[in-house]
């Protein structure tokens, strides 16, 4: 029986794990598919960074940091037209750490299965 529950349970962390994987590769597909949409999108309306962050840092800070933000600007531009170039890549990745984790979860339900025999044979040797 306590081999059923063990592999019951790496088998369920290997479909959460899964679920984890699809849906992150899901979101990044989707967001990398759309990123060219994102490359002229503007700051909306009445939006002062500024004015936001006035009462919680020195005025000098937050003009240092909208400043800094308005330089950064190109190069996310940059970067979201380059974002779908990027996908195959990172669908290779994503299931190479898939691979990986599913991997050490079934060494993780082989150690389980070993200590499990393990102790059974202790036991088992122990009430003879």
């Given at each position: 029986?306590?081999?059923?529950i063990s592999w019951f349970a790496v088998?369920?962390?290997?479909?959460l794990w899964s679920f984890a994987a699809w849906a992150f590769h899901a979101l990044t597909q989707w967001g990398l598919s759309t990123s060219?949409?994102?490359s002229g999108a503007t700051a909306p309306e009445g939006f002062n960074l500024q004015e936001i962050l006035g009462p919680w840092l020195p005025p000098d800070l937050a003009q240092a940091l909208t400043a800094l933000l308005t330089s950064l600007k190109p190069l996310f531009e940059s970067l979201l037209s380059l974002a779908p170039?990027?996908?195959s890549g990172l669908s290779f990745l994503v299931w190479l750490v898939w691979g990986l984790g599913c991997f050490l979860l079934l060494i993780v339900g082989a150690a389980l299965h070993a200590m499990i025999a393990l102790m059974r044979r202790r036991t088992t040797v122990g009430n003879t």
């Open positions: 029986m306590l081999y059923a088998l369920s962390l290997i479909g060219g949409d994102w170039a990027l996908g």
